[in-house]
């Protein structure tokens, strides 16, 4: 899978040289390339916003370098799936991340400042199936964070790159409900015990434990899940 990112801050990314995705790029399983969106100005101070018609706060980013940046990264890519992260946009979740990992490319558009000039979302549109994704109700700074996010949610989920597949299977979120609680060794732990069932060796009773701790779990936490249905 191919992952281009484009960014007035290309060191945000540097992590991910390191952790499971830096193995993962290693292995030739992910190939993330970074581009600074500057490199696609042409003025002495390589600007990349100015002032918004129509009056109001902050800068936008001007539409001239992410036309030329994403002409270049999707040059010769079929339709990929250009992704803008964008507090304005639709949630993202374990499904989301589900569906990308089935796509060839994914461009990541990283906006700054007050946001990208609207043509920008239109002309990608052009070149791929365009999708502003959101992390959920609060604000970051910019795009940069989230993308790194979602590269993760995603790239965790490319077959090699998590060693054990059923830890994939058996994680929050996979099946609609929170993760059910772990222990391991001692037993006893300055007073605490780790729940008798888990040490029975019944593993028809473990099961029904932990999907019944998954439930309450989700009730208590994340009510939310239960109503609807995904
Ligand atoms: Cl994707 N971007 C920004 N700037 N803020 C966010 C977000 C994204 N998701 C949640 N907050």
Request: aromatic content about 8%.
């Given at each position: 899978m191919r992952i281009d990112v ?24 992910l190939d993330v ?73 994914l461009?990541f ?42 590269i ?79």
């Open positions: 484009l960014t007035i801050f290309p060191s945000f990314f540097d992590v991910l040289e390191v952790s499971l995705l830096g193995k993962a790029r290693g292995a030739g399983l390339r970074v581009h600074d969106l500057r490199d696609w100005t042409h003025d002495r101070h390589r600007t990349v916003d100015d002032t918004p018609y129509g009056g109001g706060a902050g800068m936008v980013m001007k539409p001239e370098p992410w036309g030329e940046a994403l002409d270049a990264v999707t040059a010769g890519s079929e339709r990929p799936v250009i992704v803008f992260p964008s507090p304005a946009g639709e949630l993202f979740t374990q499904r989301t991340a589900r569906a990308f990992v089935e796509t060839d490319h461009v558009g990283c906006g700054r400042y007050e946001g990208i000039d609207e043509r920008v979302f239109a002309y990608a549109a052009t070149l791929g199936e365009v999708r502003l994704m959101s992390l959920g109700d609060y604000v970051l700074n910019g795009g940069e964070v989230a993308a790194m996010a979602m993760e949610a995603v790239g965790r989920l490319i077959p090699g790159v998590v060693g054990n597949p059923d830890s994939l299977v058996e994680e929050s979120h996979e099946d609609g409900l929170l993760e059910y609680p772990s222990y391991t060794k001692p037993s006893a732990w300055r007073g605490y015990e780790v729940p008798p069932v888990l040490l029975s060796g019944n593993h028809g009773a473990i099961a029904a434990w932990r999907h019944e701790q998954q439930l309450l779990r989700t009730r208590e936490r994340r009510p939310d899940l239960l109503v609807d249905e995904e």
